[in-house]
Structures are given as C-alpha cells and as structure tokens.
C-alpha cells in the first residue's frame, strides 16, 4: 500500500514540509483553479509538480505529484448538453498531457450538481473535537424550505418531513445561512461554489434524467476516454457517490457495488476501475466494505480509507465522520483484504501491485482547531488517521502475521 497524502496546491494550510515529516510517500493533487472543462497545459501541470518537488527553503522534497484527484467531469458531460463533446476532447487532451508529465491515475466522480455533501463542516464531539457531519433533517429542512424544491416533500416519508419543518423554524438566520453554505460548499480547492440559484438550474436541467440516462452518459464518457487510457497504460478510478444516495431528486448511479459492476462490465478495460472509498461505501449499511474490496480488487487502482459513524438504521439517514478506527466500517478487514489483493497481483506479475492510498478526511484536533483549512482534512487529524492505518498495515504484513517467520 502506497502512503499518499491529498494536497490542495499553494494555498493549502499543509505545506510540503508538512508532508515530509508525516512520511508520505506520494502526493495527490488537481488543478482546482483550471476551470472545469478546459484543459490542463503542461505548463501548469510542471508548475504544480515543482511545488511538491520543493520544500518551503527550496531544498528538495523527495515528493512527486502520483494520484489527480480530480481531473472534474463537467456538468456538459454528466447531462449530454451545451459543450458535453468538446469537453470530453479537452479531458482526453489533459490526460494526454498528465502522461507525459508522468502522471497515470486519475480520480473523477459522476456526482451530479452537488460533490461531497454535508450539512456541518465542523461539528463537535464531545471531546472537543470536531468533524463533518450530514444531519438528514437538516437536509430536508433545507430542501424543503430553504431551496423549496418542487416536488420535494413526497420525497421524505413523513416523520422525516414533520422534524424538518420544526428543524427549520427553529432556525435562526445564522443557521439558515451556514447550513446553505454547507451543503452547497462544492468540491474542497474550487474557486467558488455554487448559489441556490445554481442550484436551481441545474436541477431543472436534471429533471428529464433519470438514473439509466446518467448511467448511459458516464457509459459513453467512459468508452471516449478508456480506450485512449488503456493505450498510455493510465488508470481511472471512478470515486463512489458522497453521501451513496439519492440527494435533492438527483440520480445517483455509482453507490454500490452492482452500480460498479454495470460500469466496469460496460467498459471492459482495466484501465476502467474504481475509487474505493470507505467512508463514502461505509455511509450505507448494505455496503460490505471488506467483501467488495476482496470482489472488486483488481479493478480498484486508488483508495480513500476514512470512517463514518452511520446514526439512523435508515438507507437514507445522518451520519458523522468518526475516528479511522472508530466508525462502522471494520478498517482491519478493509486493510487485510487490500494486502490480500496486492499480494495476489505480485503472483501475476503486475506493474501496479502497490495500490495508492490515502487517509481521507479527518478529525480536527489539537493545532487543527481554528486554523481553517480545507474541511475534513485536518494536518494533525490525517496524520493522527495515518499513523492508525500504518500501524493496521504494517501488523497485518508482518512475517509474524504472514506465517513467514511464526513463533516455534
């Protein structure tokens, strides 16, 4: 398992430094103030490779940029309107360009309008700390009331409904306006993120796309791209739907493993693969985390490892971002299956045997607390995760543990 750390760039509280002395060995990075759907120059992708290639006194850091998280896929190309075909020729041009720049794993979603949601960048926990958080009947209250989006309330089943609306008259302007933030805070490194009246039009836009039409349009998206992918020997990783349901009326088609399954067995190339996120995956409780790493593996090439704390038994219901260790999904199980994958492909001799990871997320703790970085990814918080994951890793290879060198 290769350690990698996500870094948003120059404006990123976490400096290279930073990422030495945690003992990463790789960086993840995109180039979130290109807009999306124009291409990636190869003079701004070497702009970003030197920066992880220098430390903050200009010595050298021993870092490469190795992961693109994300390379975005346009809203054009999500609904099939307006630019949809030229973008896709500007992403196959950027991926041209990421390859000779040494670049070849590439991490995109199909999320439609909105990217990672959640309704509390920086909720408490009774420790002290704080973490992200989507509250559901924040959610609704701010569907039904704030975004008043038509045809909404037959949506939620009815105790739902009724806690929204006394959630939202308890509201005062303040938490009116943060949990509007929240959920429309966008992808982390953006420039800007959207209005409610962007929101707005986006979703009228949506509304004669179901979820077989967005399949059919990330299915077509894929058999442009994959093939050119195949042929340079990259690797793209599509990250599952965050929260794995349906959010506002939209289609969400990539959280499970069957929705996975139809898009691998679609395009059927390895370059065709998967973002595995235990965090995103872990949000739903049919997700068996360990028993579809074990059936997806070798078509897993990146891999986000975090865990959320699931607060309600419902499909759709709140949930927190918890501890590595700590939350519902069996990190031991995850870890053990992700070593069993890279051990099965040294056996058939392949070049990607050791897959990237990273800590995703984090809590904010200790120093963390009021600096205001990104949200959910916390300095001390990530390499508090790291260290967690490393110890799992390293106890789990161990020849003790392997059978290797047992005790007599």
Known sequence: MRQTWRWFGPKDLASTDDMMQAGVEGVVSALHHVPTGAVWTPEEIAARQDLIARMKDGTPSTLKWEVVESLPVSEDIKKQKGDWRAHIENWKASMINLHRAGLDVICY??????????????????????????????????????????????????????????????????????????????????????????????????????????????????????????????RLCCHPDDPPFSLLGLPRIMSTEVDYRAVLDAVDLPANGVTFCTGSFGARADNDCPAMMRRLGPRVHFIHLRNVRREGTALRDSFHEAEHLGGDTDMVAVIAAILAEERRRRTEGRQDCSIPFRPDHGQDILDDLGRKGQPGYPTIGRLKGLAELRGIMTALDHPLVTGANAFP
């Not at 609704?140 to 008259?169: K, S």
């Not at 306006?177 to 959920?183: D, E, P, S």
């Not at 179901?210 to 050119?228: G, N, Y």
């Open 109 to 234: 979603n199909f999320m439609p309008v909105l990217d990672w949601t959640r309704t509390d960048l920086a909720w408490r926990l009774p420790n002290g700390a704080t973490c992200m958080r989507f509250d559901f009947i924040d959610f609704a209250a701010f569907d039904l009331y704030i975004l008043e989006r038509p045809g909404a309330v037959g949506e939620y089943p009815g105790p739902v409904a009724e806690a929204a609306e006394r959630r939202f008259a308890g509201m005062d302007d303040d938490a009116r306006r943060a949990v509007t933030t929240n959920v429309a805070f966008g992808l982390p490194g953006a420039a800007s993120t959207m209005t409610l009246a962007d929101i707005r039009a986006h979703l009228a836009e949506y509304g004669a796309i179901s979820a077989e039409t967005l399949r059919r349009h990330l299915v077509d998206f894929l058999a442009e791209v994959t093939p050119l992918a195949q042929k340079l020997g990259m």
